[in-house]
């Protein structure tokens, strides 16, 4: 695989370290230099409660609605439970892309991992589900022994500041041939 940086066009490779396929997760290592300016997001597990105030970050559609990273705000619809694979499920529009992306609080922590979208024989739009924090913080203690959570405040702030503190650090990931 390969990631584009923030504000760079040019993909640079990754190697996959690690990656849950149940989970649909997994840690990527990239060589460039450039990483090492990325700042690591803070994680919180602390419990979400039902209409909880969310943003989900990512590349929806990829390149077809331009390069940039989509900031896409909305609410958990309903807690994770067995019906739904242990999943949240988020009021927001959640499209092909934004799987993997932060889904964050208003404090601009990561309360979870945007996976999929719920399945309806509907023709209408679905929810859009995301592991809980907790899924992502095992993952990354089991699979990156160096791994330290960074300092979270609980200071809730504007969707534009959370999406300055969050969006340099939100990668897209490229499947290249």
Not at 12 to 17: E, F, Y
Not at 18 to 33: H, N, R, S, T, Y
Not at 34 to 44: C, D, F
């Amino acid at each position: 695989p390969f990631v584009r940086l923030p504000g760079r066009e040019e993909p640079v490779a990754a190697k996959v370290i690690a990656k849950d396929e149940q989970m649909d997760i997994a840690l990527l290592q990239v060589a460039d230099p450039a990483v090492k300016e990325l700042e690591p997001l803070p994680i919180s597990t602390d419990r979400v409660g039902r209409g909880k105030s969310i943003a989900v970050f990512g590349y929806p559609l990829g390149d077809a609605v331009g390069m940039g990273l989509k900031l896409t705000i909305g609410n958990v619809s309903a807690l994770a439970e067995e019906a739904t694979e242990g999943m949240d499920l988020l009021d927001c529009t959640v499209k092909p892309g934004n799987s993997g992306g932060p889904l964050c609080d208003k404090a601009g922590r990561v309360i979870g991992l945007v996976t999929a979208k719920s399945r309806t024989d509907y023709n209408v739009d679905s929810y859009g589900m995301a592991r809980p924090a907790n899924h992502l913080l095992d993952f990354l203690k089991k699979n990156l022994p160096s791994y330290q959570p960074v300092a979270a405040s609980d200071a809730e702030q504007g969707w534009d500041q959370v999406d300055a503190q969050v969006s340099d650090s939100v990668l897209m990931i490229v499947m290249k041939e």
